[in-house]
């Protein structure tokens, strides 16, 4: 484990925000006013935001994959995930159940 003197500089680490709020409340008009931002748009709500960005609209997660690995994220300095809940819910949990047909009944084993 290093030891940080009191005058070295703290390591920079990336930033984790979430917004949470109701539907309508500007939480994805608020999130493009970020530094250099991307939005997936997992739940296809673009079309009610203010101050629009550039916006990536995903059909699968393999096409998410795909970019990642081509280097599409790497010139943005903010990626905006809209919604978590889409994201998890419609696009990973049905990537994971095509990957083993028996997540789809046992959702615990999907989740793991």
Do not use: H
């Not at 484990?1 to 990336?14: S, Y």
């Not at 905006?80 to 889409?86: C, F, R």
């Amino acid at each position: 484990m290093p030891i940080l003197k009191a005058e070295d500089a703290l390591p920079e680490l990336p930033s984790v925000t979430v917004i949470y709020g109701d539907p309508g409340a500007g939480k994805t008009s608020l999130a493009n006013t970020a530094n250099n931002p991307v939005l997936i748009d997992f739940d296809r709500g673009i079309k009610r935001s203010c101050n629009r960005k550039e916006t990536f609209i995903p059909d699968n997660w393999e096409e998410i994959q795909s970019e990642e690995r081509n280097g599409y994220f790497k010139k943005f300095s903010t990626i905006i995930i809209d919604t978590a809940k889409a994201a998890l819910d419609d696009f990973l949990m049905s990537y994971v159940c095509r990957l083993d047909y028996k997540n789809v009944k046992n959702k615990l084993q999907a989740y793991g």
